[in-house]
């Protein structure tokens, strides 16, 4: 219903532009009315874009591009016929007409020089009260029309500073084409989450200001690099499960629990035992002492699977110390968990500065390794978690998979309209 809206009224703009752009063309009018016109017709036809491509940068590329060319058109046309009228005649105002009634600050003056059959025209915009009709005054003509200036120094002013704008809006126009380039762009994205991707490879891409890698394969000065490139890195930390290729599996494999679902080499753990907890609280001080600024925490989806008061009790201590720790902690899915936290604490502060949740407009699609769009109800249900996340004063992180470029433009507008921070991945490996 919202884009059918953003549609009809984009329509509607759209014929009041060309409108705008047919009048001064059907009926008589000066020059300086003709540009009004055109403008205000550019404004609406800009406006008109930005509605039907539901993106608001289109507004200020498409204005700045039109205003640009409109000025830079006015002043060289203007320059130009400063140049070729350099020819000074004595003429004797004949007629003064009033090409606005309304608001009279345009008017046509007609003189009469001496060998001339027909009159000169000055377009003049400015108090005639000092003109009397009879006299003779100093104009400027040309052998090729019958236009004249009366005063060049004001036609050489506006023309600079129509030259000056062009230029202004050009800067503007082409700041915001490589700005909406950028929109494909990694850098476009609110954070960007690369926990399969090795730091020689991150040296390659454009990246956002906010990054999730797993600082386990990182070491200081890597960090530190980002950080110096003006990244705020957050690291991976899985605190609900144990993958195989971890160097710390085998010791904590008695502790496993069921093998993760789509993730064969990955068992979900036991957090409410104490060597898991001590063995969690001791690898986030070993990440952070490499320099990260928080955590990006995995798995407290054990929860889900295994929905008991103890399972609860373990996520809760781990979670409050990390927080502990003075560092952001951005827990990943996880709504089993968080949500029955904050109804049993009206609050999240101890636990948790931001979720992150995956697939909330996309959806994976396991059995033939792609991705689509995810159903109304999952969609709904994932975003009323995020928006309960906002309510709670926390951030909210959407994270979507698309190969599709389309999906991937939906799923951004879709983020922007709840107020979530995004990104879209082409991988599942995040690399």
């Known amino acids: 219903m919202d884009s059918m809206m953003f549609y009809i009224i ?92 309304t608001t009279r600050f345009h008017y046509q003056l007609y003189f009469s020089v001496s060998g001339s059959k027909e009159d000169y025209i000055v377009d003049f915009a400015s108090s005639v009260k000092w003109l009397v009709i009879g006299e003779s005054y100093e104009i400027y003509i040309s052998d090729k029309d019958n236009r004249a200036y009366l005063k060049k120094g004001f036609h050489i002013f506006t023309s600079i500073v129509a030259a000056f704008l062009a230029i202004g809006f050009g800067s503007v126009f082409f700041q915001l084409v490589l700005g909406r380039i950028g929109l494909a762009a990694s850098s476009a994205y609110d954070y ?67 093998t993760y679902e789509n993730w064969e080499d990955e068992k979900w753990v036991d957090v409410s035992q104490d060597k898991w907890q001590d063995f969690i609280s001791e690898k986030a001080d070993e990440l952070l002492d490499k320099g990260v600024d928080g ?55 101890k636990i948790l500065d931001g979720v992150n949740q995956e697939s909330v407009y996309t959806y994976i699609d396991w059995e033939n390794d792609s991705f689509d769009i995810n159903s109304y109800s999952d969609r709904e249900f994932f975003t009323n978690y995020l928006e309960l996340v906002l309510d709670a004063g926390k951030d909210a992180y959407d994270l979507e998979y698309a190969t599709d470029s389309d999906i991937a433009k939906d799923a951004l507008k879709y983020a922007r309209k709840h107020k979530f921070k995004i990104y879209v991945s082409d991988s599942l490996e995040l690399n």
């Open 192 to 258: 960007g989450v690369y926990i399969g991707a090795a730091p020689e490879n991150l040296a390659k891409k454009d990246l956002p200001e906010i990054i999730v890698v797993d600082a386990q394969y990182y070491s200081k000065d890597d960090i530190n690099e980002l950080k110096d490139n003006g990244c705020i890195v957050y690291t991976y930390l899985n605190i609900g499960s144990i993958e195989a290729f971890r160097d710390y599996y085998t010791s904590y494999e008695d502790i496993t629990l069921d």
């Open 295 to 349: 955590f990006f925490v995995d798995n407290c989806d054990v929860y889900y699977q295994y929905p008991t008061e103890d399972i609860f009790q373990g996520l809760t201590l781990i979670l409050e110390d990390l927080n502990s720790k003075d560092t952001y902690v951005m827990v990943n899915g996880g709504d089993a968990f968080v949500t029955e936290y904050y109804n049993r604490n009206n609050t999240l502060d």
């Open 10 to 101: 984009g329509a509607f703009l759209g014929l009041v532009a060309i409108m705008l752009f047919i009048v001064p063309f059907k009926v008589e009018l000066g020059s300086k009315d003709k540009i009004f016109y055109i403008v205000v017709g550019t404004v609406m036809a800009c406006l008109s874009i930005s509605l039907l491509t539901q993106n608001g940068v289109m507004f200020g590329i498409c204005f700045c591009f039109a205003m640009a060319i409109i000025l830079i058109c006015f002043s060289v046309s203007e320059f130009y016929s400063l140049v070729t009228h350099n020819r000074m005649v004595n003429g004797r105002l004949r007629q003064i007409i009033t090409v606005t009634p």
